[in-house]
Every structure is written in C-alpha cells, then in structure tokens.
C-alpha cells in the first residue's frame, strides 16, 4: 500500500530557501544570469534606493509645504527598473517557488496576486493599491516583515491600452514601497509596455537530471519503492521540464493502487494539451450531433480558444469533404474570426458567446453524415505572411540590394526578387554572376534557386 | 569588365533627368522648377512603376544640387515599422496635464509613421544653401487615416521642407492634401521613345532586334520600363537575337500568374489544393489578404465567363474582404473565400 498523503506535495516539498532549490537557468537579453544572485540583489538594492528617496521626499515635502505653488518641486519616484522584475517562462518550473524561498530567506512576507482571479483593473488595484502605496501605521510599531509583492501570471491579464490592467501595474511599479516580481507564461503583444520598463529574466526548464534528483528525494522521503525507473523517466519525459507536473503525477501514482500497470495511469494522469486537443477536434467532427453537445466539449475543455479555432481551421477539410459542407463550416469560421476580431480590438466580450457556437458549433454541424474512423489530426501551420514580415536571410539580401539599387522591402519581395530567381535559374553562370555583384552568403543564394 | 552589374535594369538606370525615357512635356515643367528655384508641395500621380519615383528623385538630385545627401529623403509609406521604430513612437506618447476638455488626461500620441520617419526630417533646417530640402513619400495612399497628419505638418514645415507626394491612386488621397499640392499627372512612356531606349540598351548589349518585337514588348510590359528590361534581359540569356516568340515565352515564365492558377483551380473545385497554393502564395510574396484578394479579382476579370457569374463572385470576394477588415486569422478568411468559389464553381457548369 502506498503512503497516505495529507497534502499536495507541491506545497509541501516547494523550497523553503533559494539556496537549497534546483535553480533553473535564466537569461536576461540573451546573456546567463544567475537568478538567486541577481535576485536577491534586485530587493536589497530596491530598499537601499527607496531609503535614499523617501529621504529626499521628505525633504521636498517639508519644503513644498511653505513654497509657493510655483516653487514646489514633485516627489522623486522610484525608476521601474529598480522597482519591478518579470520572470518569463514555461509553467512549473519554478518561477513562483524561487519567489517564496527567496522571501523566506530574506524574512519577507509575500503578497500574493495570480492574475487569474483578478483579472480587470479595478480588481487589482482594491487588492494591491494601499498594500503598495502605504506602510500601515501598525507597521512601525509592530516592526512587522517587509513585503514583497508578487504578481503572477500576468499574461492572464487582459491588457488595452485604456481598460485593461497593465497601465494599472504600471502605476503600481511608480508608487511602490515594496519590491515587486511578476511572473508570466509567454510573450504577449499587449505586455509590451512592461516589457520596455522592466527587467526580464528569460527562465528556462530544469534539466532532466536535475528533476530527476528531486524526484528521487521526494520518493525517498514518502519512502514509496513501488515506481519503477522507467515509469519515472516516463513521468519525466512528457513533462517535459515541468517539475509541477513531475510531482504531481509522482502524487498521483503513489496515492492510486499500486496493482494497476503504471504505464496506463501515466497516460491518463497526464495533462498533455496537444493531445487533449487531438481528441477534442476527433469528438467535435466525428461524436458531436446538437449544437448543445459542441458547446458543452469546448466549455469543459480547458484549451486555449485562442488556439482551438486555428486547430478547427487546420483540420476541417480532413473530416468534411463536400464543398457545399466545407463552404458552409467556412461561412461559419470566417464570421467567427470577424466576431473574435471586434472582440479583441473594441473588448466587446459580450459577443463571446456567438464566437463559440459559430467556430465549435457551426463548423462540426454544418457536416451532413459523420466521418468515422480514424482521421489524421495536424498542427496548425504557422503561415507566414499578412503582417509583412521578412525572414532574416530575406532581411540581408534587400539590405544587400539596396546598396547598389533604391528600393522598398515590398517591391523587393514582390517585383524584383522574383524575376532575380527565374534569372538565376536560367543558369549557373548568372547565379554566379548576381551572388558575385552582390556577395551574398549561402543563405542568402538559396531565397535565388 | 569584372564589375559590371550583372542586373540590366540597375545597369540602364536613369542617371540624370534628360535621361529619362519620353515624358518630354513633364521633364519641361520640371526643368523650368529647377530654373526659377522654387515650387510648392507636389503631387506625382501615374500607374504603377512607369518611372514617377525615379522622376521625383532625379529631379531633386537637380534641384539640390551637392547639397542633395543632406537635404533629401525618400520614404515607403507601406513598409511597416520595424518593432524598434514603433517602441520608439510609444515611448514618445505623454499624458495630457489638461484638467478640462477631451484631451483631459488622455494619453497624446502621433500616429507612429509620422512621428518616426517624417517628423525627424522635416523639423530639421535646411543644411547648405538651399531654400528648402525635399521629402519624397511613395505609395502615399497607403497612408490611409495617417494621411491626417500630414496637413498640418505641410503647412507648419512647409517653408523648410517641400514634399512630393507620389501615388497611383488619386482617389486615395483626401481631399485636403490634394488642395495643398501641384498636381503632376505622369502618363505611360511612348512607344516612340521608348523604341529609342530599347535600341540603345540592344546596341549596347550588341543584341539583334526583330521587327516588331519591341511593339510586343511595350504591350507585354504594360509601360513599366523596369519590366520591358528584365524581359530583354532573359530572352537574350538564349541568344543575341531576339525574335517575337522567344519574348511571348519569356513573359509567360516571367508573369507571375500565380494567382491566376489559383483561381483556375478554385473554380474547377478543388479545395485543399487551392489552398495549399494559397498558402504558398502568401508565403512567398506576403500579401496581405486585401492584395491577394484584389489580385483575385483582377485575375477575374481576365477570365470569360457570364456577367451573371461574375457578379457573383465579385460578390464572394467583396465579402471576403469586408471579413477580413475585421478578422485575426488571415488564413481563415482566404480559405472561407477560396471554399465559397469551389462551392459556386459546382453551379456553374
């Protein structure tokens, strides 16, 4: 019989300090870094410069008091990059962690936000404006613990440039008493203003070698021996660096019975999207028959709808194949990207309702007969395009052109490299001859052939 | 000679105004600006890639004269900004101090384009002795609502700097902008001089025209002149004589009709074939999808069908387009119009 547990053991086995934790790797703008280090530097530097410049605010207030409305100076702020770090990367691998272990190491109090409960502007600011802007008056007597402040997932934020949070977090970063980190998944075009105030760690997932130390200590601890250490590399490797996970389905094993062939419970356990979505798409064309039904599979999902419809695009034609059908899922889809579209631009969150029912809903029922059987379900391909954006080979070569020859990127790419490459492909002799005029590199001779 | 350009149409490249093919009458006026040394905003309008840019800078290289590097800019005003440029433009943008009115505690920005690449150029003096320096701005009707802030900035820095204006779509440009410029209406080169260039250019390659071909090669070339080079070019590659037959084969390599398989293949109704080709377009040329669809149906057009058809499927491609003004995913909308054309294709035959 397995352990009984009483905790999740993520809770229970996240590192008390920073020093004891497997740190993963961290770059900031390319270059390594080492997190605990510059970690720790980032919040004592913070409270030696917020010292110098509460001194000099209280100066400056003393003297706006009695100057005249002309004299009075404003109050020194603190600068953003002093004030606020992001930690950037993959869930579970720590970013959190390294938050707390570092306040308990530095005997700090941590003030939570996950940007997943709060989400709007006004929600963030009840729950951090006056822990941020203010000391509490207790504070000084009591001599509580500093703070620090966390702000996670923020990329779960909806950001515009009027109504969302992220001018919000950046007025919190200007006011700040405290510290701040903030943790987030990916790259989001709406962070961008935080991206061009703050820091960015760069974190990448732990090695394999490392999970597996930690794995083994943990096993060690519940003194669990029944998980071989194949199912374990199994474990590890469809997590993929994801040490939350790794615990989790360590968990999940050791609190089932131990009778069951591991290898099934790892498969169901894991919470791998690309296959969720596999199946997802395979339901929604072959199993799905009421609109209620599709609505129902793409609510209980918890894929991104973001992506979901692109996968919808992707794969339609290899379920549907009636060009009256196809042309009716399309009708379908393309309104459903029109409706997303206003959404995202103009926050018009209330039409999200006809965006599912038309990309779910409208695509799978538009098929008169279900397919059955198996069917090949495919990535979405990424198409390059729409936005004018240039690989770098293309990048170097007009760049290359221009020096001998005035021209734009779009007539480059449009006009003039195409009739490059059918000269070129008249004869070895001519490809020679431009990749000689205009010295090219091999990359650059292979956009020509 | 070892550095030659291998590339004809950089090699025959236009060096001073008087070598520029035809358009005597415009050279004129333009001589006669050169001469009195003074002209108001100007506004080149003409089709596409029959020389407008190359008159406008020629001319101001006149114009400048040494003093032509300093004082002169040409800018694209459909390449998009690059992510650095645009970071630049947002990191200009202030909040308004004003307590009342509507700009109370807005954030003020300028549209990004002007403030990155126009501005900079025009608010700096004139450097040397010049009366003003000269901004070129092509494809201006790209410019769309952008075009907005050009009036003001005409007139404000219009005694430092003049511009020129050049498109090939009057009806794109508002109104305002067209009333504060000279208008120049820049017509196809003639066939007459245009003969003489290319005569020139066969001289010099010792090449050995027949009679007729460079009728053929003015039609096929539509009055781009960059065109017509490129197309001798190639059919010379074969041999020094070029005959009728060889350019009509070179063309057909040459046209990038792409976009008529394209549609030939929708309409004959097959669907992920279409697509997959839509797809390679894209890729290759990275239209947007307004461009492919205008290409679309200007491709429709060529084709024969009933009037009735043809409403129809500028009616599929109309609403194509008016989808996509508003969609995310690019690749949708083209594949929502192309499903739509397979579908049709089946009632008509």
């Known amino acids: 019989m397995a352990k009984k547990v009483k905790s999740v053991w993520v809770e229970e086995y996240r590192p008390k300090s920073i020093r004891e934790m497997a740190l993963p790797t961290a770059k900031v703008s390319g270059h390594k870094v080492d997190l605990a280090e510059d970690l720790t530097k980032f919040v004592k530097n913070f409270f030696k410069e917020m010292k110098k410049i509460n001194a000099e605010n209280r100066i400056i207030r003393v003297h706006n008091r009695t100057a005249s409305e002309k004299e009075r100076k404003e109050e020194v702020k603190i600068a953003p990059e002093n004030a606020a770090v992001l930690l950037e990367g993959p869930p579970g691998i720590g970013k959190t962690s390294i938050v707390f272990a570092l306040a308990n190491d530095l005997n700090m109090e941590v003030i939570e936000t996950n940007a997943s409960d709060t989400r709007t502007r006004d929600a963030l600011e009840n729950k951090l404006r006056e822990t941020v802007k203010s000391r509490g008056i207790m504070d000084f007597v009591t001599q509580s613990k500093e703070k620090l402040i966390l702000i996670d997932e923020v990329d779960g934020i909806y950001g515009t440039k009027d109504r969302g949070a992220v001018p919000t977090i950046l007025d919190l970063i200007q006011n700040t008493q405290f510290p701040i980190i903030m943790c987030s998944n990916e790259y989001k075009q709406s962070l961008q203003p935080l991206y061009n105030k703050v820091r960015k760690f760069e974190v990448y997932p732990l090695s394999d070698e490392e999970v597996i130390k930690i794995a083994h200590n943990i096993l060690k601890k519940e003194s669990i021996t029944t998980l071989k250490r194949s199912d374990l590399d199994l474990i590890i490797k469809k997590n993929n660096g994801d040490l939350r996970g790794v615990i989790n389905d360590i968990q999940g094993i050791a609190q089932g019975s131990t009778e069951v062939d591991n290898k099934d419970l790892i498969f169901t356990l894991h919470r791998d999207t690309t296959e969720e979505i596999f199946a997802l798409i395979r339901d929604l064309f072959q199993n799905v028959s009421t609109l209620r039904e599709a609505r129902d599979l793409t609510d209980k999902s918890d894929v991104d709808y973001n992506f979901l419809y692109k996968w919808v695009n992707e794969n339609l034609i290899s379920f549907i194949k009636i060009n009256k059908e196809i042309a009716n899922a399309y009708d379908n889809l393309s309104l459903a990207d029109e409706v997303f579209g206003r959404i995202r631009r103009n926050q018009y969150w209330a039409l999200l309702p006809y965006f599912y029912d038309l990309f779910a809903g409208g695509t799978s029922l538009a098929q008169s007969r279900k397919t059955s059987g198996f069917r090949r379900v495919v990535f979405p391909r990424y198409v390059v395009g729409g936005a004018f954006s240039l690989t770098n080979a293309e990048r170097s070569l007009i760049e290359k052109i221009n020096k001998t020859y005035d021209i734009s990127q779009i007539e480059a790419i449009q006009d003039f490299i195409p009739f490059l490459k059918i000269l070129c492909s008249t004869s070895r002799r001519q490809l020679k001859n431009v990749s000689d005029w205009l010295d090219l590199d091999a990359k650059e001779k292979k956009l020509l052939k | 000679m070892n550095n030659e350009i291998p590339i004809w149409r950089i090699k025959y490249i236009p060096k001073t105004l008087d070598e520029v093919c035809g358009r005597e009458k415009i050279k ?181 025209i027949e009679d007729g071909s460079i009728e053929i090669l003015y039609k096929v070339s539509n009055g781009k002149i960059s065109r017509a080079i490129d197309l001798l070019q190639l059919s010379s590659i074969s041999g020094k004589k070029i005959t009728k037959n060889m350019l009509y084969e070179v063309a057909q390599k040459f046209q990038n009709d792409l976009v008529g398989s394209l549609l030939l293949m929708t309409l004959r109704g097959d669907f992920p074939k279409a697509r997959e080709l839509s797809r390679n377009i894209i890729s290759n040329y990275k239209y947007n999808p307004h461009e492919l669809f205008n290409l679309l149906l200007n491709e429709l057009n060529k084709l024969p069908l009933s009037k009735f058809a043809r409403i129809q499927l500028i009616n599929l491609i109309a609403d194509a387009d008016f989808r996509a003004l508003d969609g995310i995913d690019n690749d949708i909308q083209i594949s929502a119009l192309l499903s739509k054309i397979c579908l049709f294709s089946e009632h008509l035959s």
Not at chain 2, 81 to 96: D, G, K
Not at chain 2, 125 to 153: A, C, M
């Open chain 2, 28 to 208: 004129e006026r333009l001589k006669n600006i050169i001469k009195q040394g003074n002209f108001p905003h100007l506004l080149f309008v003409g089709s596409e890639g029959i020389g407008k840019a190359t008159l406008a800078s020629l001319f101001s290289k006149e114009f400048l004269g040494i003093f032509y590097d300093a004082n002169f800019k040409l800018i694209y005003a459909n390449v998009p900004l690059t992510e650095e440029e645009r970071q630049l433009a947002r990191s200009e943008a202030y909040v308004s101090k004003s307590k009342i009115g509507s700009i109370a505690g807005r954030r003020i920005t300028t549209p990004a384009f002007i403030k990155v690449k126009v501005k900079p150029f025009v608010q700096l003096k004139v450097l040397g002795d010049t009366p003003f320096k000269i901004l070129i701005v092509k494809n201006f009707e790209t410019l769309g609502s952008n075009q907005q802030g050009f009036r003001r900035l005409m007139e404000i820095y219009g005694s430092n700097c003049r511009m020129i204006l050049i498109t090939t779509k009057i009806s794109g440009v508002i109104d305002p902008i067209v009333s504060r410029c000279q208008l120049f209406l820049i017509s196809q080169v003639d066939l007459n001089s245009f003969k003489e260039l290319m005569n020139k250019i066969a001289e010099n390659e010792s090449l050995e």
